[in-house]
C-alpha cells in the first residue's frame, strides 16, 4: 500500500458518498410519478404504468450498457479518479437539465444518457478497494461503498417528497444536480487516490490503448464462475429495481399513504438495508471464504418470505414494516457480490469483471420496473390487486438468488 491506512478510508468514504449521491438521482422519477404536474408536463397518463416503468428501466439500459462497454476504457484511459470526476460532471448536467425537456421521449432520452454517466461508478469503487485492500480484509471498505446504496434511497424519498410537496418537481432536479458537482467533485479532489503505477493514465498512442482495454476485457472474461456470479447479479439488482421504483406508488395507490407519509415509510426499509450491508461486510470478513456464498441463500430466502408477508397481510402499517425486514436481508447480501467478484478475478481485470457483471446484471434487472408495470395494469381487478402481483414478481428473483448461491458454495467447497 503506497498511502497510509487512514487515508484509504478517507477514499472509501468518499466513494460510499457518491454512491449515495448517485441513488438519489436514480429514485427521483419514482417520487415525481405520483406527482399530477409533472405527468401533465411529460405528456402521462397516471394510469400509464408501462411508459412510467419505462422511464427506470431507461436509465437501467445506458447504465447497463456503460458499465460493460465504458468502464474498460475509464479504467484503462482516465483511471479512478478522473473518470469519477468526469461522471459527476456529466450527471450533475443531465440531473440540472431535465426539466428543460418538455416531451416523454426526450426524458426517456435523457435518463439514458445518467444512466451510460453513472454505470462505471461501482466498478471504479471495486478497482479502488481491490488497489488498497487484501481480499481478506475486503469486506468492510465493501460494505461502507454498496450502504450508499441504501443511504441514497433512505434519503432520496423523504428528500424529493419534500422538494416535491414544499416546492415544485423542477426543483428536485435542480437541488440533485448541484449536489452532483459542488459535492461530489471537491471530494474526489481530495480524498480519491490511487497507487502510483495505477495513477496516471498511459502516455501511449490509440491503438495501444486499445490493444490494452482488449486485453483487459479477455482477462476479466477469464474470471472464475463469471456467468453465474452475473445471473446472481441480475436476480439481486432485479428485486431492487423493481421494490425501489414501485414502492412510493404502492404505499400511495394500494396502501392509501399521504405523500409526506409515503416519503418517510418509503425511506425506512432503506435505513435497514444500511444497517444490514454493513452487518454483511463484518459477516464476510469472519466467515471462511468458502462460506460465503451462503449468505446469499439466507438472504435469497428471507427477502422472499418477508416479500410474501407484505403481499399477504391486511394491515397497511404491517404491510410497509414487512419490507423493512426484506430490505434487510436484502442488504445481508449486498457486499458479497464485489467481494466475491474480488476475490475471483486478477487485480488488473477486477474494474472490468465487475463491470461485466454489474454492467449485465443491471441490464437485466433493468427491465424489470417496466415488466412490473406492465403486471400491475394487466390486473383488472383493481389498483391494490396489481400491486400486489406486480410485488408478487420478487419473489421469484430471490428464488434464482439462492439457486445460484447454492451453487456457487457447491462448486466452492
Known sequence: MTDSRAARWWGVVTIFLIVAI?????????????????LDHMGLAANDRVRQGLLATAFMVGYGISSFVLTPFAAALLGVRRSLICGLLLWGVVTFASPMLSSYGLLLASRVLLGVSEGPLFSLAASYIKAHFESRENGKPNALVNMGTGLGLAVGYPLVGYLVAGHDWATSFHVLGLINI?????????????????AAA??????QAVRQVGQIVRGALQTRHLLLVTVLTAAFLAYLWGSSNWLPAYLREARGFSLREMGWLASLPQYASVVAVLVGGVLIDR??????????????IGVALAVWLAIAVQDRYAAAFTLIAANFFWGLMSPAIPSTVQHFA????????????????????????????????A?????AAGFFAGFGMLIGTQVVVCACGLLLWWLER
Open 379 to 383: 390486473v383488472p381487478a383493481g389498483s
Open 182 to 198: 459542488v459535492l461530489g467533485i471537491p471530494l474526489v479532489l481530495a480524498f480519491v487516490r490511487m497507487p502510483r503505477p495505477n
Open 22 to 38: 448517485s441513488y438519489v438521482d436514480r429514485i427521483n422519477i419514482s417520487i415525481l410519478i405520483t406527482d399530477r404536474d409533472f
Open 287 to 300: 466467515v471462511a471464504r468458502r462460506h460465503v456464498p451462503l449468505i446469499f441463500v439466507v438472504g435469497g
Open 202 to 207: 498511459p502516455a501511449a498512442g490509440a491503438t
Open 346 to 377: 486478477r487485480p488488473e481485470h477486477v474494474a472490468s469483471a465487475y463491470g461485466v457483471v454489474n454492467g449485465t446484471g443491471s441490464l437485466v434487472a433493468g427491465f424489470m420496473p417496466a415488466v412490473m408495470g406492465s403486471v400491475i395494469a
